[in-house]
């Protein structure tokens, strides 16, 4: 679930291992370039964070925030 924390929407996401973490991240990757908005993503063994926040509009949370966290979380039905 994603949260509103400090202008931003952040979701921990866990995995079995690091290789499912990177396919992840590569996929979230692509999603962020076809949106031209991204993401910050932190990388830990089998954890990936994900926080959204549209810079161009002063850090605040925009419909392209909620436009993407959508998409990313298509990726997780995609991938089971």
Do not use: C
């Not at 924390?5 to 290789?19: A, E, G, M, P, S």
């Not at 089998?46 to 419909?63: A, K, M, Q, R």
């Amino acid at each position: 679930m994603w949260k509103n924390t400090d202008n931003k929407l952040v979701r921990k996401f866990v995995f079995k291992d690091f290789i499912e973490v990177m396919g992840f991240v590569n996929k979230v990757a692509i999603l962020s370039e076809k949106n031209n908005h991204h993401p910050e993503i932190k990388i830990t063994y089998n954890t990936v964070t994900i926080e959204l926040t549209t810079h161009d509009l002063g850090n605040i949370i925009s419909e392209k925030d909620h436009l993407l966290s959508s998409e990313i979380d298509k990726l997780l039905w995609l991938q089971k």
